[in-house]
């Protein structure tokens, strides 16, 4: 699966014209009294890429970080 999104991302790369969107970004917001305190967003590249955001200053970076691993792990890849 890996080396498909790979070379979907070269073909990208490569041709004049614009490819269809693969369906491997996302984007997941996690919401806490109705306000989010976590966004995490994959991103286009020939590596994974990943923006968290830590929107509520009481949560601790080391679960953000955790979640987004746990995203990551769960594509199965």
């Known amino acids: 699966m890996a080396v ?11 041709l004049p014209v614009p ?10 917001d996690f ?5 989010p305190v976590l966004t995490v967003e994959r991103l286009w590249g020939l590596r994974d890429r990943y923006v968290v955001h830590v929107r509520d200053p ?14 990551d792990a769960l594509q199965s890849r």
């Open 58 to 71: 009481e949560l601790d970076p080391v679960l953000a970080l955790c979640m987004a691993v746990g995203l």
């Open 19 to 28: 490819v269809p969107p693969m369906p491997f970004v996302y984007h997941f």
């Open 4 to 14: 498909a999104r790979r070379g979907w991302q070269l073909v990208d790369t490569f």
């Open 31 to 35: 919401v806490r009294d109705g306000e």
